[in-house]
């Protein structure tokens, strides 16, 4: 099984600022690499797979990045609607598909 | 519009056993590899069941193995989780969610809202 780690746990921003968000494998997933966004009292909506591709309706100031075994979720400029807690999780060797622990994305 | 909607979710006895549903719609579920997921209170995402289109193909993790069966009916829409042999571990919302028609990019593309089981006596 596929070990997923995220970084940090918690992330502390103000908005308009930039958020960078870390999730590593424990072997390499290629870039089969997807990040999840979840609110409070909600279910996770899908916001990139193959590491980079944003799906439908995300917007442009979400980017992912890497490959192999070292993945970064960047927030170029956060807005209030952006506070949540992100999931990144392989697909590359399943079952079973393994999540990180999450990062919560909170105000500062 | 892709619209899922879990469904039979509520306080059952350890021991004891619940079945849930899931909705589909907006979508041609017969095409379309099924999943149930679950997240217990504070926690994260944990991958529990996987069924493919024509139900030919099941995978179960560990932590249900035995106690869960995923099952669907694609002329009703809909895909179901048995649960039985209920743990006070299994309290958790529940949700099924969509893989997409790609077999090479089985990610979570769409998800329902969730369905909450508690296991308490």
């Known amino acids: 099984e596929i070990v997923m780690t995220q970084s940090p746990a918690t992330l502390s921003v103000s908005p308009g600022e930039r958020a960078t968000l870390s999730c590593r494998a424990s072997q390499s997933v290629s870039s089969k690499l997807a990040w999840y966004q979840q609110k409070p009292g909600q279910a996770p909506r899908l916001l990139m797979y193959?590491?980079?591709t944003r799906a439908t309706g995300v917007p442009a100031r979400f980017s992912g990045s890497g490959s192999g075994t070292e993945f970064t979720l960047t927030i170029s400029s956060l807005q209030s609607e952006d506070f949540a807690v992100y999931y990144c999780?392989?697909?590359?060797?399943?079952?079973?598909?393994?999540f990180g622990q999450g990062t919560k994305v909170e105000i500062k | 519009e892709v619209q899922l909607v879990e469904s039979g979710g509520g306080l059952v006895q350890p021991g004891g056993s619940l079945r849930l549903s899931c909705a589909a719609s907006g979508f041609t579920f017969n095409r379309h590899s099924m999943n149930w997921l679950r997240q217990a209170p504070g926690k994260g995402l944990e991958w529990l069941s996987y069924i493919n289109d024509n139900s030919g193909t099941i995978y179960y993790a560990d932590s249900v193995k035995g106690r869960f069966t995923i099952s669907r009916d694609n002329a009703k829409n809909s895909l179901f989780l048995q649960m039985n042999s209920l743990r006070d571990e299994d309290t958790a919302m529940y949700y099924c969610a969509r893989l997409p028609l790609s077999y090479f990019d089985p990610f979570f593309d769409y998800w329902g809202q969730g369905a909450l089981v508690t296991v308490s006596s």
């Open positions: 999780q392989q697909y590359n060797n399943w079952p079973p598909w393994t």
């Open positions: 193959g590491a980079s």
